[in-house]
């Protein structure tokens, strides 16, 4: 199992980014998918999942509304728009699966909120 993130760079606050991960090593449209974040000092924290057809999806609070977690089963990828961002949503952020009851991250894209 493979999750790569991209994506990640400095944007503005109020601006927006789209995350991707490609997963590969496993059947991907069988699986549901999840963003996680880490800010510096914190812990990691979940940010959206969504479910393995992609009928379903749930949101941390801070980020309803602002951002929304997609997937392309057709393209193993699964993605993360993020809009009105704000310097708090600074972090590290992860791809996460759970495959066959075993955990697998990303390696973690980086998102800088600064003006």
């Known amino acids: 199992v493979q999750l790569v993130e991209s994506g990640g760079g400095l944007v503005q606050p109020g601006g927006s980014r789209r995350l991707s991960c490609a997963a590969s090593?496993?059947?991907?449209?069988?699986?549901?998918m999840s963003w996680y974040r880490q800010a510096p000092g914190k812990e990691r924290e979940l940010v959206a999942g969504i479910s393995s057809a992609g009928s379903s999806r749930n949101y941390a609070n801070s980020v309803k509304g602002r951002f929304t977690i997609s997937r392309d089963n057709g393209e193993n990828t699964v993605y993360l728009q993020m809009n009105s961002l704000k310097p708090e949503d600074t972090a590290v952020y992860y791809c996460?699966?759970?495959?066959?009851?075993?955990?697998?991250w990303g390696k973690g894209t980086l998102v800088t909120v600064s003006s």
């Open positions: 090593g496993f059947t991907f449209s069988h699986y549901a």
């Open positions: 996460r699966g759970v495959v066959n009851g075993a955990i697998y």
